[in-house]
């Protein structure tokens, strides 16, 4: 099966991708030919299969401490697996193709913890990470072999086991003399520094902070749960940001750490949210204004971010925007608005990649390297020890 794989010219891989968001699954089929960084690709096919209200919901609970137990991670594991199984399959049918055409799928699955670094205090804390929707379920569902895990290796070297997805930003928009950051905006923001003319041990990454994840718990709760996210950010829009309780969210400590540095749920999730909802409140602060209030505190921290670790040492003339955020046309005005002149702010779809299914695209080529024995991290990004292969194989036999 394996050699097979490695001798076709071209491979239909699916990405799989459910991220801090939460919202569903993302799935592309991706048509690859040729190996590595030159490697040919193609988006045939996407989509997105939303979380119902409850899964959702039992998912935050599964991603805190408060909430989760040993017992929910076992089940809910395997339930993911059966529901990106499934992913898997709607894919295929959109297609128009037979599961078994497909060669290999590519998993990210979906973080529930984090540990960035180890615990003074917690011995058993180490610099550790927990992906769930098991690799095993998925393959022997679907029948064809799945890669996953992946974020594990690159700790295991010392790494923050993310951002993963600037080595798909170095082999889609590295330029030789332009300066770009590739800036995602899912539940979390992460950046991708790429200089002008850098060489892949030249490109550096980091989480910003939250990207949609708290204006996204703003918005469910104060429309008693009617809806989930700003669609195109007309709520913020007709909102005014309350510049104290601005300032005080800024005080986060995360936002003056030096890169490599990486976040989650664990930090920003719906507890900090909560605390913040209370604040706003309290204050007696409009629900357009506290979604304006956290609308620009995730605007604010991304180009905070910039101003602090990387425009001082780079000329960026190109910041180029994929995931959710991007829709949110308030949050991108008031980004825009954040940044110097001459940085220009664009989608990702104005260079040809779908800003909607980029993740999944790049979990589709990293199974597609480890297939091939290829590293498929930047080490300079994460801050592990050395470029390796990351990732563990689930055959379906």
Known sequence: MLETYIHKNSRF?????????????????VRIGGQGLDADIELAAFTTVPYSGEVREKLKQACSLEHSSAAMLCGINFYLGRLFADAVRRLAALAGIAPDEIDLIGSHGQTVWHIPAASEERWWEVPST???????????????PVVGDFRTADMA???????LVPYFDYMFLRHPSKG???????GIGNCTVIPAGASSNGIFAFDTGPGNMLIDQA???????????????AWAERGKANQVLLDRMLEHPFFAIRPPKTTG?????????EQWLEEAQSAALAPEDIVATFTAFTAQSIVRNYRDFIFPSYRI?????????????????????????????????????????????????FADHYMFGLPNHLSSATGASRDIVMGKLALPN
């Not at 770009?180 to 899912?186: F, L, P, S, T, V």
């Not at 749920?265 to 949210?273: I, K, P």
């Not at 829709?327 to 990649?353: D, F, Q, V, Y």
């Open 180 to 186: 770009r950051i590739a800036q995602n905006i899912g």
């Open 13 to 29: 891989v699916v990405g799989l991708m459910s991220g801090t968001s939460l919202d569903g699954i993302d799935a592309a089929l």
């Open 219 to 233: 918005v469910y709760r104060l429309s008693g749960g009617e809806r989930s996210y700003d669609e195109g950010g």
């Open 317 to 365: 003339e190109e910041i180029i925007v994929s995931g959710g955020g991007a829709h949110n046309r308030t949050l991108m005005k008031m980004i825009e608005e954040e940044l110097p002149a001459g940085c220009k702010l664009t989608a990702s779809e104005e260079w040809g990649i779908d800003g909607d299914a980029k993740e999944a695209i790049a979990f589709a080529v």
């Open 265 to 273: 749920r664990e930090a920003f999730g719906a507890f900090y949210a």
């Open 157 to 163: 070297v010392g790494g923050q086991g993310a951002p």
């Open 130 to 144: 927990l992906q769930i929707g098991d690799i095993s379920v998925i393959a022997k569902e679907t029948g064809i």
